[in-house]
């Protein structure tokens, strides 16, 4: 199938560091990409990974390893304002998105 | 910045209505598209278009039809509304050659009664 698995919920503390994992199905992988969310609002594009690695962009962190079909979003220094759903979508072989359900991530202070 | 604008933000209609889901996009993009969002399960594909005339089926194109006469304006089409379409519709656009980099407008949540 074309499944992106993503846990439901997460809770995490102000100031603290979480890692939202992500896996999807190998086949047909043309990128990994994350967005986040608010509630009530658009979805925002976060990070693009293509490559085996990590992508740091500022408090937000994306990592991948394709041979694994694995891919985490880092977020460090959490702020309230980060309490949001992070979507993860890897496109697939004829360059359209498939989206995981998102996790909702709660930050309490 | 790019601006996508959807016409409502909350739409109750009647099962059997037609009913119009509009979405305008300012930045020139060629590439635009309607997803639905609903509780637990990812944003799925209804309809895409790649230029102006053009359109493509998505994942779950049964019960929708669109619309794309020009660059800037994406239609939705429902074409008789049912209760199992109520749902959350978002409309996005993309540059070409960058269809991941999807600019969302803030949704339409559409209630079918």
């Known amino acids: 199938g074309q499944n992106i698995d993503q846990p439901t919920e997460m809770t995490a503390t102000e100031g603290a560091i979480v890692q939202i994992n992500c896996t999807y199905q190998?086949?047909?992988?043309?990128?990994l990409f994350w967005y986040q969310q608010h509630a009530g609002e658009a979805p925002t594009f976060l990070s693009y990974n293509v490559l085996d690695g990590l992508e740091e962009k500022g408090r937000f962190s994306s990592f991948l390893s394709r041979s694994k079909g694995y891919s985490y979003l880092l977020l460090k220094e959490l702020q309230m304002k980060d309490s949001a759903s992070y979507l993860c979508?890897?496109?697939?072989?004829?360059?359209?998105?498939?989206w995981g359900a998102g996790t909702k991530l709660i930050i309490k202070p | 910045d790019v601006k996508v604008t959807q016409s409502s933000r909350y739409l109750v209609k009647r099962t059997g209505e037609k009913v119009f889901l509009e979405c305008v996009q300012d930045m020139d993009h060629e590439n635009m598209f309607w997803y639905r969002q609903d509780p637990g399960l990812g944003l799925r594909l209804i309809y895409f278009s790649y230029d102006v005339k053009m359109k493509e089926k998505g994942d779950i194109p049964e019960g929708y039809s669109v619309s794309r006469e020009k660059k800037e304006r994406f239609s939705l089409i429902l074409e008789s509304a049912s209760t199992n379409q109520t749902s959350m519709y978002l409309c996005?656009?993309?540059?070409?050659?960058?269809?991941?980099?999807?600019?969302f407008g803030s949704g339409t949540q559409l209630s079918v009664l």
């Open positions: 979508a890897r496109m697939d072989s004829n360059y359209q998105l498939i």
């Open positions: 190998t086949s047909g992988f043309n990128g």
């Open positions: 996005a656009s993309s540059p070409t050659g960058h269809v991941e980099k999807l600019f």
